[in-house]
T-cell receptor, first 113, second 111 residues
Framework: NAGVTQTPKFQVLKTGQSMTLQCAQD?????MYWYRQDPGMGLRLIYY???????DKGEVPNGYNVSRLNKREFSLRLESAAPSQTSVYFC????????????FGPGTRLTVT | RKEVEQDPGPFNVPEGATVAFNCTYS??????FFWYRQDCRKEPKLLMS???SGNEDGRFTAQLNRASQYISLLIRDSKLSDSATYLC????????????FGSGTRLSIRP
């Protein structure tokens, strides 16, 4: 039982490049989330998916897109990376409607130069 | 004013000491409250929920003061392994977008 996995762990992009962050969970959770964490700031919700087939914007969705591929997988795409998207990205999942008692993945450290 | 505010620290205390953190929140209608622990360069992990009546888990005690809109975390007999950042989390509504994370309080326990 791996919990929540994320790939890649680290990534360096040039401004304007695109990439997809992958997240998968094996706990049969309905809800999945993408957060970003910047120094001196709390985690901020980018997008979430309350159930398979649905996605909703969080606090900071601009510059990102998501896909809930199936119940297990929730990906985050940066179409044209910007330096302001340099951050640590965490995926989370939970059985209920909120991630508060759920699980976070190990994070992806993204640097955009 | 930030929706959830924490003293960033760092708090640097000797092993065995008692240390307490507070976290204030702006929305009086907030519904539920949590403390998370985050080790350096790791993901956050749920430490404990905060109930209206207060709750205790071993050396950790969490309390809620709705009148003054803050929650607190008390750590007794601190261990070196308690060194981490403690995140306050407040659920201010009925959707995931209403869950607000504080920026964390850094705790360092010295031998």
């Amino acid at each position: 039982n791996a919990g929540v996995t994320q790939t890649p762990k680290f990534q360096v992009l040039k401004t304007g490049q695109s990439m997809t962050l992958q997240c998968a969970q094996d706990m049969n959770h309905n809800s999945m989330y993408w957060y970003r964490q910047d120094p001196g700031m709390g985690l901020r919700l980018i997008y979430y998916s309350a159930s398979e087939g649905t996605t909703d914007k969080g606090e900071v969705p601009n510059g990102y897109n998501v896909s809930r591929l199936n119940k297990r997988e929730f990906s985050l795409r940066l179409e044209s990376a910007a330096p302001s998207q340099t951050s640590v990205y965490f995926c989370a999942s939970s059985g209920g409607g909120v991630p508060l008692q759920g699980y976070f993945g190990p994070g992806t450290r993204l640097t955009v130069t | 004013r930030k929706e959830v505010e924490q003293d960033p620290g760092p708090f640097n205390v000797p092993e065995g000491a008692t240390v307490a953190f507070n976290c204030t929140y702006s929305n009086s209608a907030s519904q539920s409250f949590f403390w998370y622990r985050q080790d350096c360069r790791k993901e956050p992990k749920l430490l404990m929920s905060v109930y209206s009546s207060g709750n205790e888990d071993g050396r950790f005690t969490a309390q809620l003061n709705r009148a003054s809109q803050y929650i607190s975390l008390l750590i007794r007999d601190s261990k070196l392994s308690d060194s981490a950042t403690y995140l306050c989390v407040v659920n201010m509504g009925s959707s995931a977008s209403k869950i607000i994370f504080g920026s964390g309080t850094r705790l360092s326990i010295r031998p």
